[in-house]
């Protein structure tokens, strides 16, 4: 980096400057952001001049860089609407653009500096330094006693043709013109008691006196005054045509704020009134703010005093919605303490269904065999030849048959209740998928009735590794909520398939199906969507769970009919595993 640049860095470094760019190019953007903020500036963009004033109207950046040529307002028609404004309009204004003339109307608009898109990046941050600089030894500036004054301009040169030039050109500016020929005259005139300049034009070549020297001596006069609490002042740079960068880095490094071709004096007229311009707009608005502060302060109190009564009054609200938040997680705490009690005697249910059964299964053993035994001798016995004992023993004999096919049924059913509960095989196991969904659905059979009827599809294995309860009471489960979804006739239908790591059971029905919404909520336990009492909504959560602990998948989706489909996905185990 050269000297200038690290002497703008060691001076500005004191706190962070937020710069605003207003540049409509996402590339060009994003460069200048980037090289910017590696040079210690907080920048933030906006893509168009509309939302650079609506961000002005509640956020006060220290500078802003605009692009001349923006979608809808540009960069001109926005900074003469910054400038109409008290708030932003003494804000200093650099103005990016490409065209020939873009430097004139930049200044014409109320920019504080014309630089090219295609010049060297660090002019761009030595100007922002400068401008920077003007900023804050303007504001230590206190506030005028009348209400309107001419700028006062310095302008030292060693030509007597450029200084009465000069003289001339910036009189009919409206400003108030001291001429100094030398470095002596011209430190005599910022020394002379009560002097106040707004702007100060100095010659750095060409003259009799080292330019860059006295450039150092000046600024050091300024900072001295600005430290002391005087008036600092901008401190413009005269060169030739086209000043190479080591003489602009040598100006800036010396204080320089700006730096001027002399061939060209309406630039430096526009320069030193634009720069004239912004001082006494800061010295209007530190008047304006003086005379309206105690009129403010008390607007801050009242609007204070308001926020604080708008803040007790949330406070209450939000305190009377804390308590109403605080009863509805008792309610629902009561309520979900009520479920698992329900829910710790259904588990207790079932232990004492898996005890009648295996306690009811001896006596009807019994009862069977001796049956079978009295159907036996029954059928051994002659046939009487009085027609009323032949009767009687015919009608022994068929209610001796029916007593063995309700007997029968007694027995399925108590092998049914015995495999379900399966009490002694919670561990992993082959287990035949058809043989089990049989035993299910002979189990929910006063659901099913005659109305819903059962598709059968057992495409895939017949047997698979797991535990009992994960057919057992998964798919019970998933079938008694198909049945209570289905109002009136429907069917289910219950597929099975296999690959070479999956093993899938799917079981849609022609019920009403569940929406979108409640999709991600029915395996949560407690949730139901059932009456109160019809329910305990901890089906699909034990069903979600017994195939979570199989590292498994169960999910929902929409049946080719338009009701649900459950999906249990079990991947494929060795029986060793």
Do not use: W
């Not at 920019?111 to 922002?128: G, H, N, P, Q, W």
């Not at 535990?467 to 998964?474: F, K, R």
């Amino acid at each position: 980096m050269s000297a200038g640049m690290s002497a703008g860095v060691s001076e500005a470094g004191l706190r962070e400057h937020r710069l605003l760019l207003v540049e409509d190019s996402e590339t060009q953007a994003l460069e200048l952001r980037l090289q910017l903020e590696a040079q210690g500036f907080s920048v933030q963009r906006c893509a168009t001049a509309e939302a650079a004033l609506d961000l002005l109207n509640t956020d006060l950046p220290d500078l802003v860089v605009a692009d001349h040529h923006l979608p809808g307002m540009n960069g001109d028609e926005f900074t003469r609407q910054m400038r109409l404004s008290l708030r932003t309009r003494a804000l200093p204004v650099v103005m990016l653009t490409s065209a020939r003339d873009g430097e004139r109307h930049g200044f014409e608009s109320g920019a504080d500096a014309y630089v090219e898109k295609s010049a060297d990046r660090d002019l761009l941050v030595l100007r922002i330094r400068a401008l920077l600089r003007e900023r804050k030894s303007g504001a230590a500036e206190g506030p005028s006693g009348a209400a309107f004054r001419r700028g006062r301009v310095l302008i030292v040169d060693g030509s007597a043709t450029y200084r009465a030039f000069f003289t001339g050109l910036l009189s009919q500016e409206g400003h108030t013109v001291v001429a100094a020929a030398d470095q002596a005259a011209a430190l005599a005139a910022l020394d002379e008691p009560g002097a106040s300049f707004d702007c100060v034009t100095l010659d750095l070549v060409g003259s009799p006196y080292d330019g860059i020297a006295l450039c150092t001596e000046i600024g050091a006069r300024r900072l001295t005054q600005g430290e002391a609490g005087g008036a600092g002042f901008p401190l413009i740079g005269m060169a030739g045509a086209k000043p190479d960068k080591s003489l602009l880095v040598a100006a800036f490094a010396a204080g320089a704020d700006d730096v001027v071709s002399k061939a060209d004096g309406e630039v430096l007229a526009m320069r030193v009134r634009g720069l004239v311009r912004r001082r006494l707009l800061e010295e209007d608005n530190r008047r304006i703010s003086g005379e309206f502060g105690d009129r403010e302060r008390e607007i801050g109190r009242a609007r204070a005093e308001a926020e604080a009564a708008a803040a007790r009054a949330a406070l209450a609200d939000a305190l009377q919605q804390a308590n109403s938040d605080l009863e509805d997680a008792n309610r629902k705490l009561t309520e979900a303490q009520a479920k698992l009690v329900q829910a710790a005697k259904m588990a207790s249910l079932g232990e004492l269904v898996a005890g009648i059964a295996h306690e009811i299964n001896n006596p009807l053993a019994f009862i069977l065999a001796h049956q079978g035994t009295v159907e036996r001798i029954l059928g051994e016995l002659p046939a009487p030849e009085a027609s009323d004992s032949a009767r009687a023993l015919t009608k022994a004999r068929d209610r001796v048959g029916s007593m063995r096919l309700g007997l029968t049924r007694i027995q399925d059913l108590v092998l049914n209740l015995r495999k379900f509960s399966r009490l002694d095989e919670g561990e992993r196991g082959l287990v035949n998928v058809p043989e089990a969904i049989e035993t299910v659905l002979a189990l929910i059979q006063h659901k099913l009735g005659t109305r819903i009827a059962v598709r059968r599809d057992f495409a895939g294995r017949a047997e698979i590794h797991c535990t009992p309860a994960l057919l057992n009471q998964v798919v019970m489960n998933i079938l008694g909520n198909a049945a209570d979804a289905i109002p009136g006739d429907g069917t289910i239908t219950i597929a099975t398939a296999s690959d070479e790591e999956t093993d899938t059971i799917r079981i849609s029905d022609t019920g009403p199906g569940i929406p979108d919404a409640l999709r991600e909520k029915i395996f949560e336990p407690f949730f139901t969507t059932k009456p109160v009492g019809s329910g305990t909504g901890l089906g699909l959560a034990i069903a979600y769970s017994v195939v979570q602990a199989h590292s498994g998948s169960l999910t929902v989706e929409t049946a080719p009919g338009g009701g649900a489909s459950f999906v249990i996905g079990i991947p494929r185990q060795s029986a060793a595993a």
